[in-house]
């Protein structure tokens, strides 16, 4: 687990990432907050790459079968073999359905709404959401929203999980993401870090957002790869410091639970 000073220890120096495939993967990423069919000159406005590049990176992907070319609209847009790799992904993943039935039920019994995130770049990225049925109360959140890392209790749990070469390439790129930001937002990071270390989570009283409360735990789930984090989020006036205290130890229990190797519904049960 990251702990406090993690930020000072890192050097600037990171194993090297494949031009090429960084490249690849930024173009394909174009296409999620897109419209389906986007032309070279579409992608080489979006991601600023140059037209050579984009052209012969378009036509790779076709080939690979992760984009799928119309000659009538001359245009690009995603192709099934995307689709197989989410898939894919998710299949390995088994976590996110665990989880829904507790997440539902911490965010009804405390009046919250709860997530699951995995890392997507610079933001945490919530592949599972679910909001208190008992309130109308509640952060306008959803499966696929994303917020930044850095400012959040549950970008800092998610960091936490990270090993060091990882750890490095992260807070390399959060630094060039945030600029001149970043000094005020390693802050909080380092205070995040170091909650985890000493309690198990991290809190936010009103530094994502001025009027929302949020805990976050770690999740290692045994078999999974990809760092992933539990949180609960409110309004400030439902959840006191000492509600989300409380929430933070439910989270540990959970996230206890799931990062056995004893995943089955019946151990489940018996976790929150």
Avoid at 51 to 74: C, D
Avoid at 79 to 90: E, I, N
Avoid at 155 to 180: D, F, K, V
Avoid at 181 to 207: P, T
Wanted: net charge neutral.
């Amino acid at each position: 687990m990251a702990g406090a000073g993690i930020l000072k220890r890192q050097g600037r120096k990171t194993p090297p990432v494949s031009t090429a495939l960084s490249r690849g993967l930024r173009l394909l990423s174009v296409f999620a907050e897109a419209p389906v069919w986007m032309s070279n000159s579409d992608i080489v406005e979006r991601t600023h790459l140059p037209a050579a590049t984009v052209a012969r990176l378009t036509k790779s992907l076709a080939l690979m079968g992760l984009l799928h070319y119309s000659a009538s609209r001359r245009r690009f847009r995603l192709a099934p073999g995307v689709v197989r790799l989410g898939y894919g992904a998710r299949s390995e993943a088994q976590i996110v359905e665990l989880t829904r039935p507790y997440l539902q039920e911490i965010a009804d019994n405390f009046r919250v709404h709860t997530a699951l995130a995995v890392i997507d770049g610079t933001d945490a990225l919530h592949l599972e959401v679910c909001h208190s049925s008992a309130t109308l109360v509640t952060l306008r959140l959803e499966a696929g929203s994303r917020i930044p890392l850095a400012a959040s209790p549950i970008g800092h749990a998610l960091i936490s999980c990270l090993e060091e070469t990882q750890l490095g390439h992260l807070m390399a790129a959060l630094e060039r993401h945030h600029g001149g930001d970043w000094s005020h937002l390693a802050q909080h990071v380092e205070q995040g870090l170091s909650e985890i270390e000493e309690q198990g989570f991290a809190l936010s009283l009103g530094n994502w957002h001025e009027d929302v409360h949020g805990v976050a735990v770690p999740l290692r789930p045994s078999g999974q790869l990809n760092a992933m984090s539990i949180a609960c989020g409110a309004p400030r006036a439902h959840t006191p410091p000492s509600r989300l205290r409380e929430l933070g130890q439910e989270l540990l229990h959970l996230s206890a639970a799931l990062s056995t190797r004893a995943q089955n519904t019946q151990f489940l049960q018996h976790a929150v």
